[in-house]
């Protein structure tokens, strides 16, 4: 078990926030999530960004950011895209 909230609150007061120059920064649940999942599967940047889009129970895992992104791009491999519902168990597909 991961305890994610204890994690994101030791991570939250050094995490980028938007309003600054160039992209807004993807929410730091998201990117913990996407994190662990380098690690424990030894991908690099660009492979874990071709997962993101082509592996669904990594979607779901990381929540509905990349399920968006994949269902945009066409690689949600899962017909059309709505079964990557949100964290929180609801089902509910990322907004477009």
Not at 36 to 50: I, T
Not at 63 to 81: E, L, M, P, Q
Request: some cysteine; glycine content about 14%.
């Amino acid at each position: 078990m991961v305890p994610w909230r204890a994690l994101e609150a030791l991570i939250e007061p050094r995490y980028p926030r938007s309003g600054r120059r160039g992209r807004p920064p993807i929410g730091l649940s998201t990117m913990l999530r996407i994190h662990f999942l380098r690690q424990w599967y030894g991908y690099s940047d660009p492979a874990m960004e071709d997962a993101l889009y082509e592996v669904e129970s990594m979607r779901r895992f990381e929540g509905a950011y990349w399920c968006a992104r994949a269902y945009r791009r066409g690689a949600h491999g899962d017909g059309d895209g709505r079964q990557c519902g949100g964290r929180d168990g609801s089902g509910e597909f990322a907004a477009r």
